[in-house]
């Protein structure tokens, strides 16, 4: 999920200087303090709900206090309650409810870094817990849900977290004031303790919950001044690594409940087909096989162990109606999107100057035409749900990101009322966009109501690539008109493919035009004075599609990105000087430029036959990133040799998170621009496997140097950036080696096709 949904939701203009919010409302909040069970301190906060029109609602006060998704008693008319809680026992022990989820981006550790640097607790002191699916705690303001995407969890958390945590300190510290009779002022916190320097008294936290829980909460608490920090910006070992490294961590996929049974599913291989009929006589003569169940377009069987489902699998004699979609050819979604493109007019995402007079005053016109495949997000962990329906109630067990939309579904599907339904959410063993769907959760619970016992549904990996939800093809028309010096004076854009909003967040597509589809595109660091910039929507033919690590700003880049180095080359200048030149009016996106540019050597020595090295720039996710990578071409093969990101994400919490971060994404966005291409035949995913869906090896991974830039700003997105800011610069360096200017992807059949 990026950027667009949020501007969407909120109603903002993106700001390259300023978070999505000001500071005044992001920091407006109402704290509360209540005793918590068995002796405690328990404090909650809340922060702006924002209607699905995207306007601020009126912002309330929470009533009383729940931890851990406990029943509590509702607040006055027209409360809700607080959407995340610190609570503080008498141990001295820290717990925090937190509704983002941890996929691999490390927010299980940053986000306590927040806590743990205002409330003066050291950080392994925090432990965390899920948040239950809750929207009117949890919800994301952000995102206008409880949503983990959008690579806005520390955005999300950066002013509330501290603030929370600033508070609890204040409350301690003044109760142990109290308890010494002395003045607060003189009092001061410092590892989990309460110091008074004068008398050298010194008290636990745990020893002060009770007191602190009777008073007062104070308001506008002052955090920290930068310079002050002791957690926020060091390098710290991630929390949750112990656990994944000894096997001890629990993901959807390892959940095990007395009695579990196991299915294994076909999907109809068409998409939009159906089930026609099954004949399962053989199926059941094998052990272990225990039943065999229809769900729409698709078939289970049911086993003692996943082995005997599989196999049960392989022996149905299964006939599929097809329909129409059989006729769905990658052809035929090609043309249509060439025709779109066509159309006279499109939704306009934004229009400045004169466009058509721009290009009739300019000297050279440049226009390119941009194609990019559909993606599946082929997780490490396969797509799985574990469900137990009973006429009483049901329990889910699985790694989300949506948790309330996987209790809408089953309400939908069993009819039960929602405070029935029990959600148990895991890590995610890769997220990227596929667990914001509920799918999975949907075909589980179908299945479910058939057999009556806890049941785990296991896609295989060709289930998983076969009937994914896709990254959209999008087909992207490009111009420009450069003046006698080779500067661009007009420039137009039509970007054509799915709207992932329309079916996802409807509200958010407004006169046509998804935000998510024209990100990055109508937002450009760049100085152009004449632009226009709009999306035409086409649909390919029941080929579901998705979001996908990014998915606007991963389009926009590759496109834009590329076509600046056209223009650089059309004008003869270096294309990284050609940027510089164009980003006066945002000096964090020429900074970034600078120091990835310095540190990866840019100008120096000429590189080797074969060798080439290109550049992109990227304001994203409210984060500036440049990118430098150096390639090898030898007889269609591209060898990536090095890559060096400079990235400005504002304040910086965890070092090495941003740095595993980006890392992580540039290897995604690699594998990605090299191999990944989902292709339709006859209405089918022709891929099946990592065997023709090919992943970047150990062995072909490049060094990859972060270099991250200091800055006083609010913190941006880290998680999705690394991807989107790499696929441009790739191609750029393969053009600097080969002379080949590659307007589709993935590379390598383009390069074995050029």
């Known amino acids: 999920m990026s950027q667009g949904l949020l501007d ?49 609602q009126e912002e309330v006060h929470p009533g009383k206090t729940v931890i851990g998704g406990d029943a509590s008693e509702p607040g006055p008319s027209g409360v809700f309650a607080p959407n995340a809680f610190i609570q503080i026992d008498n141990t001295g022990k820290v717990a925090l409810v937190i509704p983002k989820v941890e996929m691999g981006q490390g927010v299980y550790t940053s986000i306590p870094m ?36 959008g690579s806005t969890s520390i955005r999300y958390a950066w002013d509330p977290m501290r603030k929370a945590g600033a508070t609890a300190r204040v409350l301690l510290i003044n109760a142990a004031a109290q308890q010494w009779q002395v003045d607060p002022s003189t009092c001061h916190a410092q590892a989990g303790q309460v110091i008074h320097a004068e008398s050298n ?52 996929l390892d959940v095990r409940l007395p009695g579990m049974v196991y299915a294994v599913i076909a999907t109809s291989p068409v998409f939009g087909g159906t089930l026609a009929s099954v004949d399962d006589t053989n199926a059941k003569k094998i052990p272990g096989v225990r039943q065999v169940v229809k769900a729409d ?14 196999r049960g699998l392989a022996a149905l004699d299964v006939q599929w109606n097809e329909g129409a979609g059989a006729k769905v050819s990658m052809q035929q979604i090609v043309d249509d999107l060439s025709a779109a493109a066509d159309h006279g007019t499109g939704a306009v995402a934004r229009k400045d100057g004169d466009v058509t ?82 799918d999975m959760a949907t075909q589980a619970l179908k299945i479910g109501k058939q057999v009556g016992v806890p049941v785990k549904v296991v896609w295989t990996r060709e289930e998983d690539i076969q009937h994914d939800m896709y990254r959209p093809y999008y087909y992207d028309k490009i111009s420009a008109g450069l003046d006698a010096n080779g500067k661009p004076v007009a420039w137009q854009h039509r970007i054509v493919g799915s709207s992932i909003l329309s079916r996802f967040a409807p509200p ?66 270096d294309p990284v000087k050609y940027r510089r030149d164009l980003l006066g009016k945002s000096p964090r996106a020429r900074n970034v ?53 400079a990235v400005d994400c504002g304040m910086v919490v965890n070092p090495n998170t941003i740095e595993a971060q980006v890392q992580g994404g540039i290897i995604f966005g690699i594998t990605a621009a090299l191999y990944s291409e989902i292709t339709i035949k006859d209405g089918r995913v022709q891929q099946s496997n990592f065997t023709d869906y090919r992943m970047l090896r150990m062995d072909q991974s490049p060094p990859i140097d972060v270099h991250i830039v200091k800055s006083t700003e609010a913190p941006g997105g880290i998680g999705e950036p690394g991807t989107a800011a790499l696929a441009a610069a790739l191609t750029n360096a393969i053009f600097a080696a080969t002379g080949k200017r590659l307007r589709q992807l993935p590379v390598g059949s383009q390069l074995q096709t050029a």
Not at 514 to 521: F, R, S, W
Not at 560 to 572: G, I, M, N
Not at 596 to 625: D, E, L
Request: include cysteine.
């Open 297 to 310: 377009n698709a078939v289970a069987v049911i086993g003692d162990h996943t082995w005997a489902a599989k």
């Open 114 to 149: 927040l806590i743990a640097e205002e409330l003066e607790v050291p950080l392994d002191s925090v432990t965390i817990d899920h948040a239950p699916p809750n929207e009117k705690l949890f919800t994301d303001p952000l995102l206008g849900g409880q949503l983990t995407g």
């Open 593 to 645: 430029l600078d120091t990835a540019t310095q540190a990866a050597g840019w100008g120096g020595p000429a590189m080797s036959a074969g060798q080439g090295r290109g550049v992109s720039v990227m304001h994203a996710f409210g984060s500036f990133f440049s990118m430098v990578v150096d390639v090898t071409v030898d007889q269609g093969e591209v060898s990536v040799n090095r890559v060096v990101c």
């Open 357 to 438: 007079k721009a290009f009739s005053d300019a000297k050279t016109r440049v226009d390119a035409v941009y194609q990019q495949p559909f993606l599946a997000h082929a997780t490490m962990e396969p797509v799985n749900c574990t469900v137990h329906v009973r006429p009483d109630g049901c329990d889910i067990w699985l790694g989300t990101q949506v948790p309330t939309r996987i209790v809408d579904t089953a309400v939908a599907v069993t009819g039960l009322p929602a405070d029935k339904i029990v959600v148990h959410n895991h890590l995610l063993g890769g997220g990227f966009g596929r667990r914001l769907e509920f």
């Open 201 to 252: 008294r010194t008290v636990g936290y745990g020893q002060l919950v009770d007191a602190a829980a009777k008073l007062p909460a104070p308001q506008n608490v002052p955090l920290k001044d930068p310079k002050d920090f002791k957690i926020i910006g060091t390098s710290v070992k991630r929390l949750d690594s112990p656990e994944k490294v000894d096997g001890t961590a629990v993901f959807g």
């Open 508 to 573: 958010a597509v407004k006169n046509g035009v998804d935000p998510d589809a024209v990100e990055v595109a109508s937002d450009l660091p760049y100085d152009l004075p004449n632009q226009l910039i709009d999306y035409v929507r086409q649909e390919p033919h029941a080929v579901p599609t998705a979001f996908w690590r990014g998915v606007g700003p991963t389009r926009s880049t590759f496109v834009v990105e590329s076509f600046v180095d056209e223009l650089a080359a059309q004008a003869k200048v």
């Open 8 to 56: 969407a939701q909120n109603g903002a203009k993106a700001d390259t200087a300023s978070p999505r919010f000001s500071r005044r409302t992001f920091l407006k909040f109402s704290a509360t303090v209540s005793a918590a069970a068995g002796g405690g301190l328990l404090l909650g906060f809340s922060m702006p709900v924002r209607s699905q029109g995207g306007e601020p």
